[in-house]
DNA sequence: CGATATTTGATATGGTCCATAACAATTATC
DNA sequence: GATAATTGTTATGGACCATATCAAATATCG
């Protein structure tokens, strides 16, 4: 949940409400005991199965990049960085979605891990100039044939090659249009 | 070679700098000031792509929910006691992915709206049947005709019938199998 | 039967991510 | 030159996730 809202605080403990109560039981016929439980329409709710395959190709992208500690986030900062030097960390932030105060401890792990590098701009020397070191170079060149080989092949014999490219284009639109 | 890798006209050039560090002048110049950063294979980036559109699906669902109060989370607790009464906490929880602890505060959440309630098993009096109070029922009947009016809708004019029910069962795959 | 192990809901706690306010240094604006 | 805006940063709080632990109830097994 991604805006702010109402918290579960709630720091009640509910007693018994007299509404909607129901014999334990009574209800206790209905369920099969040990059995699986049915998904139901939940299946098919957007949100919800896009959840769980998000943290699924998550999940297996910190394994396929375990051996250069590269969560996803890293891993986009990395790449952008790459595509554009030169910006700072506004700019390569706010269009990854990361607000630029949570930017600054992900950019000391990775220049610490001297990945990349801050410059003080000439122009403006309140900013910081984004470049890769590089090691930076070379550790984003192997996530990347790590990516490729393990992780995005993993999908293509998954869903084939077409439906793959499918499926991405239609998240992009969602994450774009919606 | 799935992704579109290399085929980088990396018009860069690696400067002396013993670690990688160059001076600011020499990056300032390729930088073009104000305009927007390239994507690159950041936009055909799975996890990429998918984290970003999980958020923009979440925000809309939460908007079209704001009269009922109900986060994707919650909608789906009451969406799967509703289809499995009589089942006990750790059962939904762990079906839904989320861990006991966790689903404490939740559920007190839910309880002390009066959408759900605990009731104590008589077979086994260590656990706590849920079901949904009656105000709970009428509540998630409200809350499926928004989501389907308002949010799958969305979808449907976004990508079509056909394209939607794709989608979704591609993610279900992935979610699944990945 | 009774001692031990397991399960269930719950609490406490820490970590990570996300969001807002505020600040010093620098630059832009007038 | 005074004021406003921007950049990187710190501090802080909230939401979400994960682990350890506990009491009560149940299961297991000698």
Redesign the interface.
Known sequence: ???S??A???S???AD?A????D??E?????AAGE???????????????????????E??LRCMASLQLT?AQ??VL??V??????NQT??AS?L?ILRPNFVAMLDNLESR?LC?R?????DRRSH?L??????KAVLARA??L??TK??????E??G?A??E???A??????S??
Chains 1, 2 share one sequence.
């Not at 790459?82 to 910006?87: F, Q, V």
């Not at 470049?131 to 930076?136: A, I, R, S």
């Not at 992780?151 to 293509?156: D, G, V």
């Not at 239609?170 to 994450?175: D, T």
């Open positions: 949940m991604t805006v809202r109402a579960e605080k709630s009640e403990k509910p409400s509404k909607g109560r129901k334990a039981a209800v206790q016929g209905q369920g699986a439980l049915q998904l139901g329409e939940l299946s098919e709710q957007l949100g919800y199965v896009l959840k769980r395959a998000q943290l699924k190709v998550f297996n992208f996803p891993f986009s790449l952008l790459e595509k554009n030097p030169g910006r700019e390569i269009t979605g001297d590098a410059i003080r701009s000439t122009n100039i470049v890769l070191t590089d090691k930076g990347k044939k990516v490729a992780h995005e092949a993993r999908l293509n998954l869903l090659q439906n793959r499918a499926l991405i239609m998240l992009a639109k969602v994450a249009e919606f």
